[in-house]
């Protein structure tokens, strides 16, 4: 792996690629083209994460990988390893003490800090793909600010089931201009999209890049009278007893018997460190 | 008094066919103008065009919009005529599919617009639409269904709810009750002559049929061949037609 | 107690140990090499190079065996690869008109200068499974002609002479390269046929047969497919002439369509085009048709609706390489998505079981 460059793309492409980024960040939430590169992991699979985690290292970062919020989780395994030998970067399982975070699905549950980048594995990054399937027509959309239809699906939800029935990949607003896919995160992380830390974006396969710059607003549509909530488990952890995270819900024999816990693996572990214990907790580990 | 719409020299070509040339007029707040003539007269395109949906070689189409006043729409950018299009205009097309989405509730497509201009209550979107379902005569326990459940008749009358809810003061309507059976056609007429009075609506209603205008349009323009050959109050063109063709198309309606 | 999987790393290193033990499969039977399979695997390395979008039997062939015969697999070993390489230069544009032809055949004419030469084709082949091959791969020699040593002109130049096919206009504008930048709506022709050039073969010739049954119809015929050798020259600056750099295999289709004509044209014959790398000629006739297809805006076709004639359909869904990482990236864990659809499904049912109690209940 010594052959390739520093983090695997030569410093040509790296170079596009942060071009790509400072745009995303001067606009928030404009999803910037860029000409992905061909990496040697499948599409789908975190290369736009693993372009952006690249074009951002350099030799001191100390890199965190998770996926569903685990850091032992098979292609989080594969991602940090795939850094760990192109870039020889210091990895930690610490959210506290990673300067660079690449995840699929959630954002951690520790807050995160101005010194850190978080970034994210895009599968579909036009929030508007699913109302309208021709990306000339979604541009245009994004472009004269048309979200109309947006809401008319909300709407629909509700008029249907009585709730907005999207649970995931819930859709935002970002500094009161660009409607903008969160990725497929459960809207439970929403909130936490108002950050101190830079967030950004990487869809591979769809050639984009987009941001979240540090303290934008992030705002979850809604209706006023059916406003956003974020939703978990209604249980607490049977590990470390938390009752603010969200929860994994694992099935434990024959019979649905089912425990819950953190799918942070990091923040669980942390906790259970601390003395913390849930129902499921070994008794003699009792501090 | 200012007009609502101020149409000047509208000309547009396909190639060498013309599909509609100088046309000038003044639409009035309050007033309904029919366009009348036979397919292909340049009627329909002179529709498109004045609404914005379809580029015209040259003229101008002034609105008077309600911040900045007299506005030529064709210079106006993108994001601004698009603006005007879900707020103080309104289309209704021939062809109920065209203006509905059929996959979204009578209840959705009622509130899209109000969603557009910002409405974010979902109970009040719906109350609007529900509201605007009856006065157009479809029952409150409809309002969950798709369009695609509805007969041709409610299908118009939904879009007609779907362009009317967020109060505009003008509205283009192509062929409205055309490709319904006739006692259809009637009740829709019936409905669409009392809306109009009562909401006060200025509205551009192309026809071919001249019972339509009769019963709705203040005043006419009949066309030809992508011309405007006579114009004039509707009473007096359709009982006193001038113009050789406007005579034909008169005595065919009798001979009917 | 019952611990979520953990050991992922574990894990990864002993498939990929039992992968390479598959790959190598019964070791009492001889390891394939490189050079078997360029040479009698050809038409897999071929499509490989195609579809790699990289001409190199050598690394084709290495693909292949490492992914054990899964050619999708293999392509994508080739694009990975391809993508680390650095652009020295650009070739010139190669000429198809001075190629050195193994097989060329015209539908459109019965004879034409140059001639119709049918070469090594499964064309007329009967699909008799050949059990000698089982038994010994011995094959009597083929006969030998004198090579034709002049240059075989295109079919449709002699369409062209007579302004009765529609002439393509020449442009000395740099193409865009796919690979380089962001694709964008609506692409050029030079961009659809980079895109095709390297599409998935199925992908293609499913679109091409969806024309043919009258989902955008366009009536082609073969005006001319070739196959055969020409060598790629570079211009070297620091020369200031070019120099042959190399020699590749190219199939080359050009489809002779359904004529147009509007008020201003006469009626002509249109065109469709094909080029790729290597003896492929399904995926170059295939090509051909889709350009055609797509080409309806530009020579004022309806619109059919059909499929094929809808650029960003095509374009966006023809890459194997995308859609199969896109397909198969539902395998990774969605644990957490779908726990989140869990809660509100349990939340609506509930719900509406408490809404079906009440109403039971008035």
């Given at each position: 792996?010594?052959?390739?460059n520093?983090?695997y793309?030569?410093?040509?492409?790296?170079?596009?690629?942060r071009r790509?980024i400072l745009?995303?960040?001067?606009?928030?939430?404009?999803?910037v083209?860029?000409?992905s590169?061909e990496m040697?992991?499948?599409?789908g699979?975190?290369?736009g994460g693993?372009?952006v985690?690249?074009?951002?290292l350099?030799p001191?970062d100390?890199l965190?990988v998770i996926?569903?919020?685990?850091?032992d989780t098979?292609?989080?395994?594969?991602i940090?390893?795939?850094?760990?030998n192109?870039a020889?970067?210091?990895v930690?399982g610490?959210?506290s003490?990673?300067?660079?975070?690449?995840?699929?699905h959630?954002i951690?549950?520790h807050p995160?800090?101005?010194d850190?980048?978080?970034?994210y594995?895009v599968?579909?990054?036009?929030?508007?793909?699913?109302?309208e399937?021709?990306?000339?027509?979604?541009?245009?959309?994004h472009?004269?600010?048309?979200y109309g239809?947006m809401?008319?699906?909300?709407y629909?939800?509700?008029?249907?089931?009585?709730?907005?029935?999207?649970?995931?990949?819930y859709?935002?607003k970002?500094?009161d201009?660009?409607?903008m896919?969160p990725?497929p995160i459960?809207?439970f992380?929403n909130?936490?999209?108002?950050s101190p830390a830079i967030?950004l974006?990487?869809a591979?396969?769809?050639q984009?890049?987009?941001?979240?710059?540090?303290?934008?607003k992030v705002?979850s549509?809604?209706f006023?009278?059916?406003?956003f909530e974020?939703a978990?488990?209604?249980h607490?952890c049977?590990?470390?007893?938390a009752?603010h995270?969200?929860?994994?819900?694992?099935?434990?024999d024959?019979?649905g018997g089912?425990?819950?816990v953190?799918?942070?693996?990091?923040y669980c572990?942390t906790r259970q460190?601390a003395g913390?214990?849930?129902?499921f907790?070994?008794?003699e580990n009792?501090? | 008094?200012t007009?609502l719409?101020s149409?000047?020299d509208?000309?547009?070509t396909y190639?060498?066919?013309i599909g509609c040339?100088?046309v000038?007029?003044d639409?009035?707040?309050g007033?309904?103008m029919g366009?009348?003539?036979e397919?292909g007269?340049?009627k329909?395109t002179?529709?498109?065009c004045?609404?914005g949906h379809q580029?015209l070689?040259q003229?101008?189409?002034?609105?008077?919009?309600?911040?900045?006043g007299?506005r030529?729409?064709?210079k106006?950018?993108?994001p601004?005529?698009?603006?005007?299009?879900?707020?103080?205009?309104a289309f209704?097309h021939?062809?109920?599919?065209?203006?509905l989405?059929m996959s979204v509730?009578a209840?959705?497509n009622v509130?899209?617009?109000l969603m557009?201009?910002g409405?974010r209550?979902?109970?009040n979107?719906r109350?609007?639409?529900?509201d605007w379902l009856d006065?157009?005569e479809?029952?409150e326990?409809?309002?969950?269904?798709r369009?695609?459940d509805f007969?041709g008749g409610?299908?118009?009358?939904?879009?007609i709810?779907?362009?009317?809810?967020?109060?505009p003061r003008?509205v283009?309507?192509?062929?409205?009750?055309?490709?319904?059976?006739v006692?259809v056609?009637?009740?829709l007429?019936?409905?669409?002559?009392?809306?109009v009075?009562?909401?006060?609506l200025?509205?551009?209603?192309?026809?071919h049929?001249?019972?339509v205008v009769?019963?709705?349009?203040?005043?006419?323009m009949v066309?030809k061949?992508?011309?405007?050959v006579?114009?004039g109050?509707t009473d007096q063109?359709?009982d006193?037609?001038q113009?050789p063709?406007t005579?034909?198309?008169?005595s065919?309606?009798l001979q009917? | 107690m019952?611990?979520?999987?953990?050991?992922?790393e574990?894990?990864?290193d002993?498939?990929h140990?039992w992968?390479?033990?598959?790959?190598r499969?019964d070791?009492?039977?001889?390891?394939?090499?490189l050079?078997?399979?360029r040479?009698?695997?050809t038409l897999a390395?071929?499509?490989?190079?195609?579809?790699?979008s990289l001409?190199d039997?050598?690394?084709?062939?290495?693909?292949i065996k490492?992914?054990?015969?899964?050619?999708?697999?293999?392509?994508?070993l080739i694009?990975?690869?391809?993508?680390?390489?650095?652009?020295?230069?650009?070739s010139?544009?190669v000429?198809?008109g001075k190629?050195?032809c193994d097989?060329?055949i015209s539908a459109?004419?019965k004879?034409?200068?140059g001639g119709?030469?049918?070469?090594?084709?499964?064309?007329?082949?009967?699909r008799?499974l050949?059990f000698k091959?089982?038994?010994?791969?011995e094959?009597?020699t083929?006969n030998?002609?004198i090579?034709?040593?002049?240059?075989m002109?295109?079919i449709t130049d002699f369409l062209?002479k007579?302004?009765?096919?529609?002439t393509?206009?020449p442009?000395d504008e740099?193409p865009?390269?796919?690979t380089?930048?962001?694709?964008?709506?609506?692409a050029?022709?030079?961009?659809?046929l980079?895109t095709?050039?390297r599409?998935?073969e199925?992908?293609?010739l499913?679109?091409?047969y969806?024309t043919?049954?009258?989902?955008?119809?366009?009536?082609?015929?073969?005006g001319e497919l070739?196959?055969?050798?020409?060598s790629?020259?570079?211009?070297i600056a620091?020369?200031?002439?070019s120099?042959e750099?190399?020699?590749?295999?190219?199939?080359e289709?050009?489809?002779?369509n359904q004529?147009?004509?509007?008020?201003s044209e006469?009626?002509q014959?249109t065109?469709?085009?094909?080029?790729?790398?290597g003896q492929?000629e399904?995926k170059a006739i295939?090509m051909?048709?889709?350009d055609?297809?797509?080409r309806?805006?530009e020579l004022?076709e309806?619109n059919l609706g059909?499929p094929?004639?809808?650029?960003?359909?095509?374009?966006s869904?023809?890459?194997?390489?995308?859609?199969?990482g896109f397909?198969?990236?539902i395998?990774?864990?969605?644990?957490?998505d779908?726990?989140?659809?869990?809660?509100l499904v349990?939340?609506?049912r509930?719900e509406?079981?408490?809404?079906a109690h009440k109403?039971?209940?008035e």
């Amino acid at each position: 792996m010594s052959d390739y460059n520093f983090a695997y793309l030569d410093e040509q492409t790296k170079r596009m690629i942060r071009r790509a980024i400072l745009k995303g960040v001067a606009i928030p939430g404009y999803q910037v083209p860029f000409a992905s590169r061909e990496m040697p992991m499948p599409y789908g699979w975190g290369t736009g994460g693993v372009q952006v985690t690249a074009a951002c290292l350099t030799p001191d970062d100390t890199l965190k990988v998770i996926d569903q919020g685990a850091d032992d989780t098979t292609n989080a395994v594969s991602i940090r390893k795939f850094f760990e030998n192109t870039a020889d970067v210091a990895v930690t399982g610490q959210t506290s003490e990673a300067s660079i975070i690449q995840t699929r699905h959630r954002i951690p549950e520790h807050p995160l800090t101005e010194d850190q980048i978080l970034v994210y594995q895009v599968p579909i990054p036009e929030p508007l793909r699913f109302l309208e399937p021709r990306e000339t027509e979604t541009r245009k959309m994004h472009a004269l600010e048309e979200y109309g239809l947006m809401h008319v699906k909300l709407y629909e939800d509700i008029a249907r089931h009585g709730h907005i029935a999207t649970a995931y990949a819930y859709p935002v607003k970002v500094e009161d201009r660009y409607v903008m896919d969160p990725s497929p995160i459960p809207k439970f992380d929403n909130p936490k999209l108002e950050s101190p830390a830079i967030q950004l974006f990487g869809a591979g396969r769809e050639q984009r890049i987009y941001a979240v710059p540090p303290f934008t607003k992030v705002v979850s549509l809604d209706f006023e009278d059916h406003p956003f909530e974020p939703a978990r488990a209604e249980h607490e952890c049977d590990l470390c007893g938390a009752d603010h995270t969200y929860l994994d819900e694992v099935i434990i024999d024959d019979n649905g018997g089912r425990m819950f816990v953190c799918s942070d693996t990091d923040y669980c572990e942390t906790r259970q460190s601390a003395g913390h214990r849930g129902k499921f907790s070994p008794k003699e580990n009792a501090a | 008094m200012t007009p609502l719409l101020s149409v000047r020299d509208v000309r547009k070509t396909y190639g060498n066919r013309i599909g509609c040339t100088n046309v000038n007029f003044d639409l009035y707040p309050g007033e309904v103008m029919g366009i009348v003539g036979e397919s292909g007269s340049g009627k329909s395109t002179l529709l498109n065009c004045l609404a914005g949906h379809q580029a015209l070689d040259q003229g101008e189409v002034h609105f008077d919009t309600r911040v900045d006043g007299m506005r030529d729409t064709i210079k106006m950018s993108e994001p601004e005529r698009r603006m005007l299009l879900r707020t103080d205009w309104a289309f209704v097309h021939q062809n109920a599919r065209d203006g509905l989405r059929m996959s979204v509730s009578a209840g959705g497509n009622v509130g899209e617009r109000l969603m557009a201009v910002g409405d974010r209550h979902y109970g009040n979107i719906r109350d609007k639409a529900i509201d605007w379902l009856d006065r157009v005569e479809i029952a409150e326990d409809r309002v969950d269904d798709r369009p695609s459940d509805f007969s041709g008749g409610m299908q118009q009358r939904l879009q007609i709810a779907r362009n009317l809810v967020t109060g505009p003061r003008l509205v283009f309507m192509d062929e409205p009750t055309g490709g319904l059976d006739v006692s259809v056609q009637a009740r829709l007429l019936d409905l669409l002559r009392g809306l109009v009075r009562e909401m006060e609506l200025s509205a551009i209603i192309v026809t071919h049929d001249l019972a339509v205008v009769r019963l709705l349009a203040d005043r006419l323009m009949v066309m030809k061949s992508g011309h405007v050959v006579e114009s004039g109050l509707t009473d007096q063109v359709l009982d006193d037609p001038q113009h050789p063709y406007t005579q034909l198309l008169v005595s065919s309606v009798l001979q009917a | 107690m019952y611990v979520a999987v953990k050991g992922g790393e574990r894990a990864i290193d002993n498939a990929h140990a039992w992968l390479a033990e598959e790959r190598r499969g019964d070791v009492n039977v001889s390891e394939l090499t490189l050079p078997q399979i360029r040479e009698q695997m050809t038409l897999a390395v071929h499509r490989v190079m195609a579809e790699g979008s990289l001409y190199d039997p050598d690394l084709a062939a290495l693909a292949i065996k490492q992914s054990r015969g899964d050619l999708i697999e293999a392509i994508f070993l080739i694009r990975a690869y391809r993508t680390t390489l650095p652009r020295i230069g650009y070739s010139d544009p190669v000429d198809t008109g001075k190629m050195t032809c193994d097989r060329r055949i015209s539908a459109t004419f019965k004879d034409a200068p140059g001639g119709q030469v049918l070469g090594p084709t499964f064309d007329y082949t009967h699909r008799l499974l050949d059990f000698k091959l089982a038994a010994d791969g011995e094959v009597p020699t083929a006969n030998h002609a004198i090579p034709q040593t002049a240059d075989m002109p295109r079919i449709t130049d002699f369409l062209n002479k007579d302004d009765l096919i529609q002439t393509e206009v020449p442009s000395d504008e740099t193409p865009p390269d796919m690979t380089r930048e962001p694709m964008e709506y609506p692409a050029n022709r030079a961009l659809r046929l980079q895109t095709l050039t390297r599409g998935d073969e199925g992908f293609v010739l499913g679109m091409a047969y969806s024309t043919q049954r009258g989902y955008g119809r366009n009536h082609p015929f073969v005006g001319e497919l070739r196959i055969g050798t020409i060598s790629v020259e570079m211009e070297i600056a620091e020369l200031g002439f070019s120099i042959e750099i190399g020699e590749i295999t190219l199939t080359e289709c050009e489809t002779v369509n359904q004529f147009t004509g509007s008020k201003s044209e006469p009626p002509q014959f249109t065109r469709g085009y094909g080029l790729v790398f290597g003896q492929l000629e399904r995926k170059a006739i295939s090509m051909a048709l889709v350009d055609r297809a797509l080409r309806w805006q530009e020579l004022g076709e309806d619109n059919l609706g059909a499929p094929a004639q809808d650029e960003e359909f095509v374009l966006s869904h023809s890459d194997n390489i995308q859609a199969t990482g896109f397909l198969e990236h539902i395998k990774l864990p969605h644990y957490v998505d779908f726990q989140s659809e869990l809660e509100l499904v349990r939340k609506l049912r509930c719900e509406a079981q408490a809404a079906a109690h009440k109403e039971a209940a008035e």
